[in-house]
């Protein structure tokens, strides 16, 4: 089977702490029903907002993307993709106590293999990590890494620290070593406002400011020196809107020409690093609804290998089943579809995945 599209963005529902009880130890499946522990959704995305997911997404339960089989019927069977990655979304982060997290985090991963990955030979998946110990963090890479089913790491834009901090760099390691790109999607695990003045007071503000947190993550990755130490590592921004960047750049390179004594690991302009080592989903893209207005906006990026396709299903980003924004040059649709995911994510390779969509 020809390789049609690989959906970078797809959102498998974990609906309550039930669904994991099986694949907690016995200590922690215990703790979880005497505590009576509730659902660790995610405050990122509430499960009855409207943008959570379109009302024909829904199951009879009020829930869209809860089987494998609802995914691969709308994204690979109705959209065309022929493969999908995972990016599970429940609420690992917002958890304070780090052995709770580990074992969560170990149960959504195990969870993903036999409930998702073992279901569907088209599915890919990101490993969730504990963000809230370093050292359980790297532990659930090399836990996971050996499954070639695992794509990417996957974190949260706001993080009780910015990501280039050194303690964060055995993750980054342990990433690169393993050829797995660092997926960071829009949410917060709310330890810190997540805007600069402090906490809005609706969700509408509370999701339009996820923006800040991906400037900031870009420009701590690069400032650190995150990649002077690990230059093959990929980042890869999910779900942060695209229009954002071209003017992020221009001013972010302009001040370290000015600056850059301070941080003389950065050998070399920010645009640069930004466009050899990250790369961006393109739902949701916030864009005008001109064509020509997008084609600028992508001619702004001064690259063709930075987009990555997603649908990011089951969220209601787009209407109807245009996932291509009008205005993507025709030239540019097949590297978006196929070329760059197959350029970022290492284990993608062809071979692979012919072998598995066949």
């Known amino acids: 089977m020809t390789i049609t599209a690989i959906d970078c963005d797809v959102h498998p529902t974990c609906t309550g702490n039930d669904i994991l009880l099986p694949y907690l130890d016995t200590y922690w499946r215990d703790s979880v029903e005497e505590r009576g522990m509730g659902s660790l959704e995610s405050a990122a995305y509430p499960p009855n907002a409207p943008i959570t997911a379109r009302p024909d997404f829904r199951g009879p339960n009020g829930y869209a993307a809860t089987d494998a089989a609802q995914v691969t019927r709308q994204v690979c069977d109705r959209w065309g993709a022929s493969h999908a990655i995972l990016n599970c979304l429940y609420g690992v982060q917002l958890i304070y106590n780090e052995d709770i997290?580990?074992?969560?985090?170990?149960?959504?991963?195990?969870?993903?293999t036999k409930e998702w990955l073992d279901r569907d030979p088209r599915l890919r998946a990101s490993i969730v990590i504990p963000m809230q110990n370093v050292e359980y963090a790297v532990d659930e890479i090399?836990?996971?890494?050996?499954?070639?089913?695992?794509?990417?790491?996957?974190?949260?834009?706001?993080?009780?620290?910015?990501?280039?901090?050194r303690h964060h760099w055995p993750i980054f390691a342990a990433a690169e070593k393993h050829g797995l790109p660092l997926g960071i999607h829009a949410g917060s695990n709310y330890r810190n406002p997540v805007t600069s003045l402090g906490w809005p007071t609706s969700y509408v503000e509370d999701y339009t400011s996820q923006a800040q947190g991906f400037q900031s993550q870009v420009a701590s990755l690069i400032t650190e020196g995150v990649f002077a130490k690990y230059p093959k590592l990929k980042v890869v921004l999910i779900e942060s809107g695209v229009t954002w960047l071209p003017g992020f750049l221009w001013r972010f390179s302009k001040f370290w020409r000015g600056a850059r004594t301070e941080v003389p690991w950065v050998d070399r302009s920010?645009?640069?690093?930004?466009?050899?080592n990250f790369r961006l989903t393109i739902q949701p893209f916030d864009s005008p609804s001109d064509p020509h207005d997008v084609e600028r906006i992508v001619e702004h990026l001064r690259s063709d290998d930075m987009l990555l396709f997603s649908s990011d299903f089951p969220h209601w980003q787009f209407d109807g089943d245009e996932r291509i924004p009008k205005g993507i040059p025709d030239g540019l649709r097949h590297k978006i579809l196929v070329e760059n995911p197959l350029a970022t994510y290492d284990r993608l390779n062809g071979a692979s995945l012919r072998e598995s969509a066949s």
Not at 147 to 164: N, S, Y
Not at 270 to 276: A, T, Y
């Open 101 to 112: 997290a580990r074992a969560f985090a170990r149960a959504l991963n195990d969870w993903i």
């Open 142 to 165: 090399e836990r996971c890494a050996p499954d070639k089913r695992f794509v990417q790491v996957l974190v949260l834009a706001m993080q009780e620290t910015p990501l280039g901090r």
């Open 270 to 276: 920010p645009s640069e690093i930004v466009r050899d």
